[in-house]
């Protein structure tokens, strides 16, 4: 099992530019999640998903958006990029609630790090 | 308005001895804590859990007591060694937020042999 992968793991981007992130998971994981980590900042959610055709914005949805078309994966896109979204991205995933003695671990993916110029 | 703190940025141990991290929450709805652990350049892993009906939860070296009347929780490395060198971050988790949770800052634990 690979666990939770993204992809890329490095990007520079010009202020205005678009891209987006790529998050998978082989763990048949029901919910899924996009944070950011910025220097005293810990960790931030940015927008999570709690099934396929499910999003909803967490703490700090401004300047991104989300898909989720199939189980396995979670796409978070910059439309147009600003320098105060240079940050480490981290993509995990968990079971849902429901699960018995699943507890509430999310399993997180390398990061991405991104700069924008 | 940080729900979950961990107010020490940094902490250097020597190995061997014992290495507290401490974490402090305000919300009262918060129903199950955990601590997770990075290294550079990785993803953060799960290290250990509580839920707010224990006071304490014991895995191996690891140790996490919970004290719910002052809001605070803590994590005991015992013994500590150069490889628990790493930022480890403290979460909480609402009973009405689903599987949402919330991160301290982080602390940077150094670990000196």
């Known amino acids: 099992n690979a666990g939770v992968t993204q992809t890329p793991k490095f990007r520079v981007l010009k202020t205005g530019q678009s891209m987006t992130l790529l998050c998978a998971q082989d763990m048949n994981h029901e919910y899924m999640y996009w944070y950011r980590q910025d220097p005293g900042m810990g960790l931030r959610l940015i927008h999570y998903?709690?099934?396929?055709?499910?999003?909803a914005k967490g703490e700090v949805p401004d300047g991104y958006n989300v898909s989720r078309l199939k189980k396995q994966n979670f796409l978070l896109g910059l439309e147009s990029a600003a320098p105060s979204q240079t940050s480490v991205y981290f993509c995990?995933?968990?079971?849902?609630?429901?699960?018995?003695?699943?507890?509430?671990?999310?399993?997180f993916g390398p990061g991405t790090r991104l700069t924008v110029t | 308005d940080q729900q979950v703190k961990q107010n020490s940025p940094s902490l250097s141990v020597q190995e061997g001895r014992i290495s507290i991290l401490n974490c402090d929450y305000t919300n009262s709805m918060f129903d199950y804590f955990l601590w997770y652990k990075k290294y550079p350049a990785e993803g953060p892993t799960f290290l250990i859990s509580?839920?707010?009906?224990?006071d304490k939860n014991e895995d191996g070296r690891f140790t996490v007591f919970l004290n719910k009347s002052a809001k605070h929780l803590s994590l005991h490395i015992v013994p500590s060694q150069p490889g628990d060198s790493a930022v480890y971050f403290c979460?909480?988790?609402?009973?009405?937020?689903?599987?949402?949770?919330?991160f301290g800052q982080g602390t940077e634990l150094s670990v000196k042999p």
């Open positions: 509580i839920s707010s009906i224990k």
């Open positions: 998903s709690v099934g396929e055709g499910t999003t």
């Open positions: 995990a995933s968990s079971y849902s609630v429901g699960v018995p003695d699943r507890g509430y671990e999310q399993y």
């Open positions: 979460a909480a988790r609402a009973y009405n937020q689903g599987g949402k949770l919330i």
